[in-house]
């Protein structure tokens, strides 16, 4: 069976601070897709990244980073220079590569992040 | 391209009545699902399908039917809601393959049960 697990429930910064959310993932597959979905106040599911397992490069966007390590099954996220715009809950979510997962993702419990001014 | 459409977006309704919760993409997606978003647990899979004519139970089906006679349209029905349910719920759709492997989701519907 799949896990991922989010174990900051909340995390609190200042803006302009770093801010790194963890994932730890369990899956038997050997092929799989890892995602991190932002949720805004407004409530909608923002899709932010899509990782391959068998693609261990660490990837940038702007003020985002994701480092994917399968050796300890990570995938962690990192706001660089935080705003108060990042605030939202985000969630790491995981799905199998077989026929029949294509469209069942196994989500963790979500971090809030709250940044303050 | 509308890409998913859930309505409505917001529903109360009373225990023991039935409804149906719309889903429809235009994006030709073999796979569809609903998830519920319960505060601290994340989104949890209702059910799903991957094709016409094809669904599946998920982690909590529990008080949920679906079909899906179309490939555009995957509706969520409650027969007889319970206070249980109260929750948001998310449809999602995705195109079979590893080259189409983003999922996409509606933008949620909030139902209360009283």
């Known amino acids: 069976a799949q896990k991922v697990t989010q174990a900051q429930t909340e995390i609190s910064v200042v803006e302009k601070e770093d801010v790194t959310l963890d994932c730890v993932y369990e899956?038997?597959?050997?092929?799989?897709?890892l995602f991190w979905y932002k949720q805004p106040p407004s409530g909608e599911l923002v899709f932010l990244i899509r990782r391959n397992s068998f693609d261990e490069q660490n990837e940038i966007s702007g003020r985002y980073s994701w480092n994917f390590q399968k050796s300890t099954s990570s995938f962690n996220f990192t706001i660089t220079a935080s705003q108060v715009v990042d605030s939202a809950v985000y969630f790491c979510?995981?799905?199998?590569?077989?026929?029949?997962?294509?469209?069942?993702?196994?989500f963790g419990a979500g971090t809030q992040v709250v940044v303050t001014p | 391209n509308a890409g998913v459409t859930q309505t409505p977006k917001f529903q109360v309704l009373k225990t023991g009545q039935s409804m149906t919760l719309q889903c429809a993409q235009d994006m030709n997606h073999e796979y569809m699902s609903w998830y519920r978003q319960d505060p601290g647990m994340g989104l949890r899979l209702i059910h799903y399908s991957v094709g016409a004519g094809i669904t599946d139970q998920g982690e909590v089906p529990n008080g949920y039917n679906v079909s899906r006679s179309t490939t555009e349209d995957f509706p969520l029905r409650l027969l007889s809601a319970a206070p249980s349910q109260t929750s948001v719920y998310f449809c999602?759709?995705?195109?079979?393959?590893?080259?189409?492997?983003?999922?996409?989701f509606g933008e949620g519907s909030w139902l209360t049960v009283v």
């Open positions: 899956t038997r597959d050997t092929t799989y897709y």
């Open positions: 999602a759709s995705r195109k079979e393959g590893y080259s189409g492997n983003t999922i996409y």
């Open positions: 979510a995981l799905s199998e590569a077989t026929t029949d997962s294509w469209g069942k993702l196994q």
